[in-house]
């Protein structure tokens, strides 16, 4: 898998590339035209233009950005992961890890195309739960289904409200709302024996972590 970053902040780009030299070996800084990246590549985009992220849309990877403004179009671009400036680089990396590990597997095979969720396994194409032990199917709500998907992009299952407000919702930080918390009860009675005192969707550090496995 090849990476193409298109930083806009020279010495963000720097240090990008310092910290991530041991990491990777395909890591390309370049100026090209999607014409010119092959499909299954990762990119990274700083501060991009309306016209930069629809020519880049369909590609998995990151998109950094300094204006809150840039949040009204991110509904568009369910394969970029938005994360707002200014960013600590070792999360950065981490995260960019972690996206381009899953970029990878979802761009090569369907390998990983169910979770296992406790009893349950989650169905991400028929955004449903089965148990199978129960021959019982449950199904999720498109923000239930999104918010299992966010969670399991990280490898440790962990998202912090911020992220999964800004990603799935679209909602500012400084934004007042029980959204997210009132999507965390009907999932949780979904999926746990005992909504009051979860096992695989719990909350952790200012935000949420699930506890999954790939079948």
Not at 54 to 68: D, H, M, T, V, W
Not at 153 to 175: C, H, P, Q, V
Not at 198 to 205: I, V
Request: proline share 5%; hydrophobic share 35%.
């Amino acid at each position: 898998m090849h990476v193409f970053c298109f930083f806009k902040t020279f010495a963000l780009g720097q240090a990008f590339q310092t910290y991530l030299h041991k990491n990777i070996s395909s890591l390309v800084f370049s100026d090209e035209k999607q014409a010119n990246i092959p499909s299954s590549s990762f990119i990274i985009l700083e501060d991009p233009t309306p016209q930069e992220l629809e020519i880049y849309k369909n590609f998995y990877g990151i998109c950094l950005y300094a204006s809150p403004d840039l949040v009204s179009y991110t509904k568009e671009f369910p394969h970029l992961i938005f994360l707002q400036k200014p960013i600590y680089l070792p999360f950065l990396v981490q995260i960019f890890l972690e996206q381009a590990q899953k970029s990878m597997l979802l761009t090569t095979s369907n390998t990983h195309e169910s979770l296992k969720i406790g009893p349950y396994h989650y169905k991400k194409l028929q955004r449903s739960l089965l148990d199978l032990s129960q021959h019982k199917t449950i199904s999720l709500t498109e923000k239930e289904a999104a918010l299992l998907d966010f969670l399991s992009m990280r490898s440790d299952g962990y998202a912090t409200r911020a992220e999964l407000l800004e990603n799935i919702w679209k909602f500012r930080n400084d934004i007042s709302t029980r959204t997210l918390e009132s999507h965390i009860y009907t999932l949780r009675k979904k999926i746990e024996p005992n909504p009051n005192s979860p096992e695989y969707l719990l909350t952790k550090e200012g935000g949420y972590c699930l506890k999954y496995e790939f079948v």
